[in-house]
């Protein structure tokens, strides 16, 4: 079998299942180990037969919805590559715009200091080993409550050369516990309703941890409990920065002007210009 009539057969199959038609191509760059440009020069190449095997059954495996990255391994994140797998989310694009956020509200309101930086529920370490390589001034730590999914994120921070501190535990109680006080919080908490996440693709719900997506009936549980610790571990003047749902901005927005009256708060629309992120200034 050629490569082109690999993927041609690919995106038929897929189509077929309803998964996207181009995920073979990222499943052949992996098999051969080349990029776009290499897989277009190779197109009329013949694959061996180990080669034609595994990316037989990868992508039949994905067209019953198991996610390429788990697969693969891997996911590109802010240009770097984080190990992924079943303990952990896959990083997703939005993110980076959430980091990205961060990272210029740091500079305006702190300049080059030194800030003490938490990203609450890690999976695989994207949010906090990227702000970690992103700006040497922060001494970040992070927090899940998984220890299987710490792992995974210790194993990318040591791969990928960061200086973050790991903590097992639920939300911000290691820090309540401690006393130790922050300048920054940023979370990408679960936030799917409960009725919604059951409706959700194959790919996601069967494969994906729940514990990293479903955040209540309402999707909102995990804010509220962050309104009650917050005030106990953020400085007088602080940064937190929260991704969430379609939707759910307003809900959020209310919950951080009730909790820090003098906060300057605002929601965030990505790239695709859906509601996504919310900051709030002390």
Do not use: C
């Not at 009539?5 to 995106?11: D, G, N, Q, V």
């Not at 992508?59 to 996911?75: F, L």
Request: net charge negative; no cysteine.
């Amino acid at each position: 079998m050629r490569v082109y009539e690999a993927l041609k057969w690919a995106s038929s199959f897929l189509r077929e299942k309803g998964r996207e038609e181009n995920a073979g191509d990222m499943l052949l760059l992996h098999i051969l180990q080349t990029n776009r440009t290499g897989l277009l020069m190779r197109m009329r190449d013949e694959l061996t037969i180990e080669q034609a095997a595994a990316f037989r059954e990868m992508v039949e495996r994905h067209g019953e919805g198991v996610p390429i990255q788990y697969m693969t391994g891997y996911e590109i994140f802010y240009g770097r590559t984080f190990h992924v797998n079943g303990e952990v989310l896959i990083p997703r694009p939005e993110t980076e715009e959430l980091i990205l956020g961060v990272l210029e509200r740091i500079s305006h309101k702190f300049g080059s200091q030194a800030l003490e930086v938490a990203d609450i529920g890690t999976g695989s370490g994207a949010i906090a080993i990227t702000l970690a390589l992103e700006n040497e001034n922060l001494s970040v730590s992070t927090v899940d409550i998984a220890q299987e999914s710490i792992e995974v994120a210790k194993e990318n921070a040591q791969r990928l050369g960061a200086r973050v501190a790991f903590y097992h535990g639920d939300l911000l109680q290691p820090f309540i516990e401690s006393g130790k006080k922050l300048d920054i919080v940023v979370s990408n908490p679960p936030y799917i309703p409960y009725e919604e996440w059951e409706g959700l693709s194959p790919v996601v719900k069967e494969h994906e941890p729940v514990r990293a997506l479903v955040g209540g009936e309402d999707g909102l549980d995990f804010y509220r409990r962050f309104m009650i610790e917050l005030p106990q571990v953020l400085k007088e003047k602080a940064i937190v920065a929260f991704e969430y749902g379609a939707g759910q901005g307003e809900a959020i927005k209310a919950m951080l002007e009730e909790t820090f009256p003098h906060a300057a708060v605002e929601i965030v629309f990505d790239i695709n210009g859906k509601d996504r992120m919310v900051f709030a200034q002390m």
